[in-house]
């Protein structure tokens, strides 16, 4: 069942059918408590529901960040990159950002953009280039390593991560000891590599890094 709610979260109409439902209280229930499998699901759905800014609220209510920065930690290899892309989404509201690094977040999303599977450093970059459009945020990630962590992965990452980490290295730069660190760790040699030889998208967002 959590599967096929995790496939209708992604239809507009069938979201809010699950929210009027009651389903994010069972799918966050079911992230905490649940089997592997079910947490594993129940987290992807989540991840989808969590697009809309009402339902975004509904899962941070029902303890979602601690839960999701949990399971990011300590979950297998699928709880891990299904939270991590969940919570990416809840990053984008800038309380989410805030609450997300105060359980935790940064640190173990700048340990997973370093030192996990493709698929987790791309949910991981996703995560700290929200997280790094607050202020204090962008100084956190940089004390955690992340700087480092994210101009390799826009060297030497695959696609998404890339873009991701080119983002996120944009967001942090807007601080300038981040901006200063950034170079030092030889982020303008891979902007201007990816600003040349990336895709559009990379080629867009190496570009804002460099202004």
């Known amino acids: 069942a959590a599967g096929a709610l995790a496939n209708l979260a992604l239809n507009d109409d069938s979201s809010v059918a699950i929210v009027a439902a009651g389903g994010i209280e069972v799918l966050v229930s079911?992230?905490?408590d649940g089997n592997e499998g079910q947490k594993e699901i129940a987290a992807a759905a989540l991840r989808n529901l969590a697009y809309s800014d009402d339902n975004k609220a509904a899962i941070v209510a029902g303890g979602g960040i601690e839960l999701?920065?949990?399971?990011?930690?300590?979950?297998?290899?699928?709880?891990?990159?299904n939270a991590a892309g969940t919570l990416a989404n809840l990053a984008i509201n800038d309380e989410n950002s805030v609450a997300i690094a105060?359980?935790?977040?940064?640190?173990?999303?700048?340990?997973?953009?370093?030192?996990?599977?493709?698929?987790?450093?791309?949910?991981?970059?996703?995560?700290?280039?929200?997280?790094?459009?607050?202020?204090?945020?962008?100084?956190?990630?940089?004390?955690?390593?992340?700087?480092?962590?994210?101009?390799?992965?826009?060297?030497?990452?695959?696609?998404?991560q890339k873009e991701n980490?080119?983002?996120?290295?944009?967001?942090?730069?807007?601080?300038?000891?981040?901006?200063?660190?950034?170079?030092?760790?030889?982020?303008?040699?891979?902007?201007?590599?990816?600003?040349?030889?990336?895709?559009?998208?990379?080629?867009e967002r190496a570009a804002g890094a460099l202004r």
Do not use: H, P, Y
């Not at 990011?72 to 990159?81: F, H, L, N, S």
């Not at 607050?134 to 696609?159: F, K, T, W």
């Open 30 to 32: 079911l992230a905490r």
């Open 68 to 81: 999701f920065v949990a399971m990011a930690r300590d979950g297998t290899e699928a709880q891990k990159e």
């Open 102 to 160: 105060a359980a935790g977040g940064v640190e173990v999303l700048v340990s997973l953009a370093r030192d996990g599977t493709k698929g987790q450093k791309v949910r991981a970059a996703g995560v700290l280039r929200n997280l790094a459009m607050n202020d204090d945020n962008r100084v956190a990630i940089a004390a955690a390593g992340g700087i480092e962590v994210l101009v390799s992965l826009a060297r030497d990452g695959n696609e998404g």
């Open 165 to 203: 980490a080119a983002v996120a290295l944009w967001n942090l730069s807007i601080n300038d000891d981040n901006s200063v660190a950034i170079a030092a760790a030889g982020g303008i040699e891979v902007f201007v590599s990816l600003a040349r030889d990336g895709n559009e998208a990379q080629k």
